[in-house]
C-alpha cells in the first residue's frame, strides 16, 4: 500500500513540474535532449522522493541545474577527446552571443555573466522567489539579495548600452561573489 501511495505522490509532484523543467531545459539550449534531461531529472527525484521538499520545484530546478552541468561537462569532454584524436585544437565552450535581430533585453541578457543570467532568469522566466532561486542555486538568501542586486544593475547598463545611451557607461567588470 505504501508503495502506491509514493506513486501517486510522485505523480503529482511530476504532472505539476514537468512543464517547468522542461522549460529551464530548453532554455539552456539542450533542446536535442530535452526529454532525455526530463526523465534524468524526474528519476533523480523518484531515488531521492523523501528528500523532496514541500516546495519541489526549486528543489528540481537545482537537480536540473547540475543534470544539464553534468551533461554539458560530458560533452566538452567527447568534443576535446575528438579534437585531440583529430589533432585540431580544442575549441572553446558555448557562450550565449547576441544576435542582431533579438530584442535589446535578450542581447543585454548575453552580454551578462552565465551566473547573472542564470539567477535573473530564474526570478523572471521560471518565476521563482529570491530564496528559492538560492535554493536552486545552493546559495544562501544574504548571498542572493547581493548577487540579485549586482545582476541588476550590471543588466540595466547593458540594456542602455542595446539601447544607444548616450549617457550609459561602459560595464565595469565586477566580480561575482
Known amino acids: 500500500m ?34 532525455d534531461l526530463v ?25 536540473t541545474r547540475r ?21 585540431e585544437a580544442a575549441g ?14 535578450l542581447s543585454a541578457l548575453a552580454r551578462l555573466t552565465e551566473a547573472d543570467r542564470e539567477l535573473l532568469l530564474l526570478i523572471a522566466w521560471d518565476g521563482l522567489s529570491p530564496a528559492q532561486a538560492g535554493a536552486v542555486l545552493d546559495l544562501k538568501p544574504g548571498a542572493v539579495r547581493m548577487r540579485l ?3 541588476r544593475r550590471r543588466l540595466e547598463r547593458a540594456l542602455q548600452r542595446e539601447q544607444g545611451d548616450p549617457c550609459s557607461e561602459p560595464l565595469p567588470m565586477e566580480a561575482s561573489p
Do not use: C, N
Open 149 to 151: 542586486h549586482r545582476a
Open 67 to 87: 543534470t544539464l552541468s553534468t551533461q554539458r561537462r560530458g560533452e566538452r569532454r567527447r568534443h576535446a577527446l575528438r579534437e585531440r584524436l583529430s589533432g
Open 39 to 63: 526523465a534524468d531529472v524526474f528519476l533523480v527525484a523518484w531515488r531521492r522522493f523523501d528528500e523532496i521538499p514541500a516546495d519541489p520545484l526549486p528543489w528540481l530546478l537545482g537537480v
Open 92 to 105: 572553446q565552450p558555448h557562450v550565449m552571443q547576441p544576435q542582431s535581430h533579438e530584442s535589446p533585453v
Open 2 to 35: 505504501m508503495g502506491v501511495e509514493r506513486e501517486e505522490r510522485f505523480r503529482l509532484v511530476h504532472e505539476a513540474h514537468a512543464r517547468s523543467v522542461k522549460s529551464y531545459v530548453l532554455r539552456r539550449g539542450a533542446s536535442s535532449a530535452v526529454d
